[in-house]
């Protein structure tokens, strides 16, 4: 269709989804054309007619969309269905951007609701590079519709798109999510989107989808490189593969759809299998269960009292950091639970998702009693997730399998019910044997189900690990499903606990544990993975294990703690001796001593310097973050001795709306932190009203502001504007490289801090 | 759409972090380092289209809806019958690899983030080199590189840029509401082709917004490394 409209002079960059309305009789014959070529579906030339792209053409969602199936419906006369075409909004969603997941879903859902009405026989999503943007599209056509849903996406040679999904990512997420055809389209010819089919065709048993450009285009005169011939003899390979629904995309034209029509007309499309192993994804990251893979247990408030207070206090970076040193450590699945009394899990569960999938790669594991905020997570989570869990408990089945089933997410079955933990094997098989029948009748494929037989305290029960162990094996022997366990509690109230867990771990794992619940900072636990996994043929040429223990001796020399002062250290930027340094001198100092006679006195010489021009930026943070080494010592040690956390005061820092600028305040962030202030960061993006609302309810004294791009300057000015409004007491600082002195005096703002040692200044003086 | 090399300049980097002079050396080893992940993440895309100029009430380009005001740019593009323009990006997956590092550190984010914005300079560099070979074997002669938001050329015609470009099917890059490119380490640039030899100012601060708030002037530098 947009090759169609651009020969007829369509200019680039003006929205062809007018074209309904303003050359009616031209759209119709373009259809026609098609059909009478052969085409047996059409696409409505609907690709671009969202609110957000139709805004200031004059014309409504609604208008567009019922005129260009007025002229599609009169061309077809029911010779073929018609799909509604939906293409991306055309502006990037969060965390890149600063669209949101809502307003996504809101900008498709009218899309939807009005192309069902005017007679769609289908949707067909395409062109799509944006994984997480395509899932929200999928869940708003199956929440709103009863639309047959085709979805493709465009991929790059290397098979995957430019915000980095992978084909395999793509094929197992949508798949999960209930669709009708999935596949490729645009961006490349016939030859060079076949490998990428064929990886998505071993992925998904759906059927599969092709439509191809017609080859790549000249830079100068736009014209592509293959005829209508040369397309249908590349596009053949499609029948042998086994892809059903096949067309042109870029530079074709009914020509090309007449040449497809003749040849594929005659080429019998080929059946397809698709393994049965269980697979497992983020957006980026593909997971093949097909040996040990570590779950992460480490997002989890149980027993962690700093976790606990990071939740209170809304400290995601904590929460983050967590999931990232865990990914670093070898984790190849993050467990993520946020269940604290007296604090709202499911909102908790949905920024800890959000947060974590846009830091870290991995597949998730949603894990909470809670069915809404199992709801909330898999909802948030682009990719596919595993749900803990599910157990023996009809109710429990009942209110979580269909989530499960929903979201095309792995789900984990514990072996115990209402009447708690069977000692015996057999009673916990026979539990197993009930999830699986249960997780059947939801339609949750056998790949997708995971068996926890649970661990018992040894020195309780004596039998417990055998029992356990037992219990694994006759899982994997007799019902073919992969195992999870939680191997630490194995160890409770023993010595040399470290011991303990990693032989059980290696039992375990002898046994068919295939997928263990532990810490992967623990060497000793990831080391017993590594040996299991050289010594059960997993390892090939023992390369890993290798690669593992040959560099462990040239860290550990670099690992010397550094005899010195805190000063230095902070004034050097050398993290690993900050921290070392700062655990010694607890010796012989109270934390509270350390930070207000050593610590700050180090920044502000650095500071200092800084303003007289010794040092630089650069070196700012270096100090910063050694700094924050410091303070991470002394918070844990401040909080394993029952106390509260250090606060000389809380600031909010935020980076207006429609601004996604924010190194710049992550390092204010950080030096003020060090300082000992409590940091409220509410993120990028951020509207006067959070901003507004957050200093209220928490009972913020001081607010700073960042913008870096002059069109988002009003956005700052009027967050100003609705703080003073509101009648809150606050002072307001902004900063960042557009403003000046007299733009935060124009605007209302109390300080103008130029840097991050102004910013520290402000903060002193406001809150002492 | 072509894929390209990427190269890091190391002291342009620093100086992007804010960093005056020269970085000793391990700063400068831990840049290198950031410019060797950087390098091994980011995946570079352009994509170039050679336009015909139409002149009315304001300049606009044949075949696009992208009209370009202001007296700057009628002064850049004054006798030039043609132009290129073109966006330029590192990509998106440098985007994850800093929000990652932001939660473990966060001078080596600044690092990377200062390694992006020189490397996405350098790009362009690259491109305009080859532009010039290219077209001054055809007898043309190139003005100075151009963006929206220099001089009078206001930031918003970047979404008819980009529109005109196809940038987010082409390249992947879509512009936000608020007129900011996402991926953000992306660069739209115009370069208008004449007959005749063309004046160049090069990196001037008297055309800049930002002269008198700018740090590096206020220490007696510019921001492309000259002492004033």
């Known amino acids: 269709m947009g090759t169609m409209l651009q020969r007829s002079g369509l200019p680039a960059g003006m929205p062809p989804e007018l074209f309904a309305l303003e050359h009616p009789e031209f759209l119709e014959s373009i259809h026609r054309a098609y059909i009478e070529a052969g085409c047996q579906i059409v696409y409505a030339n609907t690709f671009g007619a969202n609110a957000h792209k139709l805004a200031g053409s004059g014309h409504s969602v609604i208008e567009v969309i019922n005129a260009s199936f007025a002229a599609a419906i009169r061309a077809a006369s029911g010779r073929v269905p018609i799909a509604l075409d939906i293409g991306p909004i055309g502006e990037m969603l969060e965390p890149s951007g600063t669209l949101s997941f809502e307003i996504a879903y809101d900008l498709f859902r009218e899309m939807l609701v009005a192309g069902e009405k005017a007679g769609a026989g289908l949707v067909a999503f395409e062109t799509f590079t944006d994984l997480a943007e395509l899932r929200i599209a999928v869940l708003a056509a199956k929440e709103n519709t009863s639309l047959p849903i085709f979805a493709t996406m465009s991929f790059e040679e290397t098979g995957r798109s430019f915000t980095g999904a992978l084909a395999e990512c793509f094929a197992e997420t949508i798949t999960g999510l209930g669709v009708d055809a999935i596949g490729v389209n645009c961006s490349m010819g016939p030859k060079k989107l076949m490998p990428i089919i064929r990886r998505i065709g071993a992925v998904s048993p759906l059927p599969l989808i092709v439509k191809a450009n017609a080859g790549l285009p000249d830079a100068r005169d736009g014209h592509y490189s293959i005829n209508a011939e040369e397309f249908a003899a590349e596009m053949s390979e499609c029948a042998e593969i086994g892809v059903k629904f096949i067309g042109g995309c870029c530079g074709t034209d009914p020509e090309y759809i007449k040449a497809l029509h003749d040849i594929m007309l005659t080429n019998k499309c080929a059946s397809r299998t698709v393994s049965e192993s269980t697979r497992l994804c983020s957006i980026t990251k593909f997971t093949t269960v097909d040996e040990v893979r570590i779950i992460g247990e480490r997002i989890n408030p149980t027993g962690k009292k700093r976790f606990q207070q990071a939740l209170r206090e809304n400290d995601f970076d904590y929460v983050l950091s967590q999931g990232v040193s865990q990914a670093d450590a070898g984790a190849d699945i993050l467990d993520v639970n946020v269940g604290v009394p007296g604090l709202d899990e499911v909102l908790l569960m949905a920024k800890c998702v959000k947060g974590l999938q846009a830091t870290v790669d991995l597949p998730l594991q949603i894990d909470s009693n809670a069915p809404a905020a199992i709801a909330a997570g898999l909802r948030a989570f682009c990719g596919k997730a595993i749900v803990n869990s599910v157990n023996g408990e009809r109710e429990k089945l009942d209110k979580i399998l269909p989530l499960v089933k929903k979201y095309g997410a792995a789900v984990v079955g514990l072996t115990m019910d209402e009447h708690g933990i069977p000692e015996t094997a057999e009673e916990r098989f026979e539990i197993a044997k009930r999830i699986l029948a249960a997780c059947e009748t939801f339609g949750i494929p056998k790949r997708d189900i995971f068996i926890d037989c649970l661990t018992l305290t040894v020195s309780t029960s004596p039998d417990s690990a055998n029992e356990t162990l037992k219990a694994v094996r006759m899982v994997k022997e007799k019902l073919g499903l992969h195992t999870v366990l939680g191997v630490s509690n194995i160890s409770f109230g023993l010595p040399n606990r470290e011991l303990i867990n990693s032989s059980f771990l290696t039992l375990a794992m002898e046994n068919g544990l295939d997928l263990p619940i532990m810490n992967p900072n623990a060497s000793s636990m990831t080391d017993a993975v590594a040996a299991f996994k050289l010594l059960s043929g997993f390892d090939s040429g023992c390369q890993s294990f290798v690669e593992r223990f040959s560099n462990v001796m040239s860290t550990s020399t670099s690992a010397s703690a550094a005899v010195g002062d805190i000063s230095d250290a902070v004034s050097k930027g050398l993290k690993a001796e900050a921290k070392a340094i700062t655990k010694d001198l607890l010796t012989t100092k109270t934390e509270l001593e350390i930070i207000n006679e050593l610590l700050i006195p180090a920044l502000d010489v650095v500071g200092e310097r800084y303003e007289k021009g010794e040092v630089f930026l650069p070196q700012l943070m270096r100090s910063a973050d050694a700094a924050c080494e410091a303070f991470e010592v002394l918070k844990s040690s401040i909080l394993s001795k029952g106390g509260s956390s250090v606060s000389k005061g809380k600031i909010i820092v935020a980076t207006v709306k429609g601004d996604i600028h924010d190194i710049g305040k992550n390092i204010v962030k950080t030096i003020l932190a060090n300082y000992g202030y409590q940091l409220i960061d509410l993120g990028r993006d951020v509207s006067p009203e959070t901003v507004v609302n957050t200093a209220i309810r928490e009972e913020v004294r001081l607010v700073g502001l960042s913008a870096l791009m002059t069109t988002t300057l009003p956005a700052m000015a009027e967050t100003v504007k609705a703080l003073r409004k509101s009648g809150h007491e606050c002072k307001i600082m902004v900063g960042g490289a557009v403003l000046t002195a007299e733009y935060a005096e124009e605007i209302g703002a109390d300080y103008y801090a130029k840097d991050a040692k102004k910013a520290v200044d402000i903060a002193k003086e406001v809150l002492g | ?228």
């Not at chain 2, 030039?80 to 690899?97: K, M, Q, R, S």
């Not at chain 2, 070979?133 to 918003?156: H, M, N, V, W």
């Open chain 2, 1 to 228: 759409m072509e894929k390209r090399n990427i190269s890091v300049d190391i002291s342009e980097a620093y100086r992007y972090m804010g960093g005056i002079g020269a970085p000793d050396g391990s700063m400068r080893s831990e840049l290198r380092g950031a410019a060797d992940l950087f390098e091994k993440s980011a995946i570079s895309r352009a994509v170039v289209k050679l336009c015909e100029i139409e002149r009315g009430d304001f300049l606009s380009l044949k075949g696009t809806c992208l009209k370009l005001r202001g007296k700057s740019i009628e002064a850049l593009l004054n006798d030039c019958p043609l132009c290129v323009i073109f966006c330029a990006t590192v990509g998106n997956d440098i985007e994850a690899l800093i929000r990652k590092w932001q939660i473990k550190d966060i001078s080596f984010t600044a690092m990377l983030d200062a390694c992006a914005s020189s490397a996405v300079e350098n790009l362009c560099d690259g491109i305009e080199a080859e532009l010039k070979s290219k077209y001054e074997a055809q007898g043309y002669y190139l003005t100075d590189r151009f963006s929206p938001g220099y001089g009078d050329l206001p930031i918003s015609v970047q979404y008819d840029f980009c529109a005109a470009l196809d940038t987010s099917r082409k390249i992947g890059v879509s512009v936000s509401d608020s007129g900011i490119m996402i991926p953000r380490k992306s660069v739209t640039a115009i370069i208008g082709l004449s007959k005749e030899p063309q004046k160049h100012f090069g990196a001037d601060c008297r055309g800049c917004e930002l002269k008198d708030s700018c740090k590096f002037r206020e220490n007696g530098v510019t921001c492309y490394g000259q002492i004033i």
